[in-house]
């Protein structure tokens, strides 16, 4: 059912740098289904097809960061619920916080990994409307992340490694949020992660916005999808605050430096995982078994650490970032 919704929805959502190749391939389909025993389109179609792959090499290698953003966002990328069903094997999902209700937008259960035990905890988006408005396009109320605490605290008390996948706009601002709690199961959240004593990986597969996105963020490892983003408050929220105009969202993304490779080089991205020509949605498969194998790498080697070990080399981590050196004052 999901793969058919996502060809459903990829039929219907073409970004707009996209449709010059769109339109490529639906007149490749074309010719496809006017090919028969006795009028052959093979040559035409072979001619197109690799003036499909040209293009599309060309418009992905010059994307902008506003135009990043967009894809981080396409409604077909592979979700959390695709990579559990691809990567993972025996997933049971665990619901609710304890305390007030479960919260479908951010989810969390056991599995097997490479025969390794783990949590797994992930934002999650709808493929449809229904399915949206169930999943609040994947921000998470309080309940959420209390949720992913009292689940992370288990797998800590036996020992299984956490393996988060981040993919939001951001926490839910709504007022029954707020009244419940949302800045503090946010804060809460963060400070777990700090000193749990076993392996955390946060693997960001598409918009990772904000404290909602931040929240699952605190981990050993911080692994990326190529085209997907990374930024504590979206382009349109720091337009607004900034220019107030969210028409000017693009010049927010330029400057917010969110983009896998950005970070990557300002040393928050411990490794960009690679994704098809196209985006993750061209091929799930594909990139599903380029997260598996990050996966399996960085698990490995900080598998081989004590907890203790673990909570120094995090907070090294953390404390490294956004350490700068003034220069010295050079005199006239």
């Known amino acids: ?48 097809q690799q003036k499909a792959v040209k293009l599309q090499e060309e418009v992905f290698s010059g994307l902008s ?5 967009q894809l981080s966002r396409h409604p077909s990328r592979p979700f959390t619920l695709d990579y559990v069903s691809l990567i993972f094997d025996d997933y049971m999902e665990l619901h609710g916080d304890r305390a007030f209700r479960d919260d479908p937008a951010i989810l969390g259960g056991m599995a097997t990994f490479e025969g390794e035990e783990v949590l797994i905890i992930g934002h999650q988006k709808g493929r449809n409307t229904k399915d949206n408005v169930k999943r609040n396009f994947g921000m998470s109320r309080p309940e959420g992340y209390r949720k992913c605490i009292r689940l992370m605290e288990m797998a800590a008390r036996f020992e299984r490694p956490i393996l988060c996948f981040v993919d939001t706009p951001g926490a839910y601002p709504g007022i029954g949020a707020e009244e419940r709690g949302q800045a503090e199961a946010i804060a809460k959240s963060l400070e777990v992660m700090t000193r749990l004593k076993t392996p955390i990986i946060s693997t960001v597969i598409g918009e990772g ?21 990374y930024s504590v408050i979206t382009p349109e929220g720091c337009a607004s605050i900034l220019w107030r105009d ?10 917010l430096k969110l983009r ?25 498969k594909a990139t599903a078994d ?39 004052a050079t005199s006239k």
């Not at 969210?246 to 400057?255: E, I, L, M, P, V």
């Not at 598998?303 to 220069?327: C, N, P, S, V, W």
């Open 1 to 48: 059912m999901i793969e058919e919704a996502r060809g459903e929805t990829k039929l219907m959502h073409v970004l707009e740098f996209e449709r010059p190749i769109a339109d490529l391939e639906r007149k490749i389909e074309e010719l496809r289904s006017m090919s028969t025993a006795s009028v052959d389109f093979s040559s035409e179609i072979k001619k197109l």
């Open 65 to 69: 960061p506003h135009q990043q953003v």
């Open 209 to 229: 916005g904000s404290g909602g996105a931040l929240a699952i963020g605190v981990a050993d490892r911080i692994l990326m999808l190529e085209y997907a983003t």
């Open 246 to 255: 969210q028409g000017k969202a693009a010049d927010a993304a330029s400057q």
């Open 260 to 284: 896998a490779r950005d970070l990557h080089n300002l040393k928050i991205c411990d490794e960009i995982i690679r994704e098809p020509t196209g985006g993750a949605h061209r091929d799930p």
């Open 290 to 328: 380029s997260v598996r194998a990050a996966l399996k790498s960085h698990l490995g080697d900080i598998l081989k650490l004590t907890g203790t070990e673990l909570i120094d080399q995090r907070y090294e981590k953390y404390r490294r970032i956004g350490a700068f050196r003034e220069a010295a």
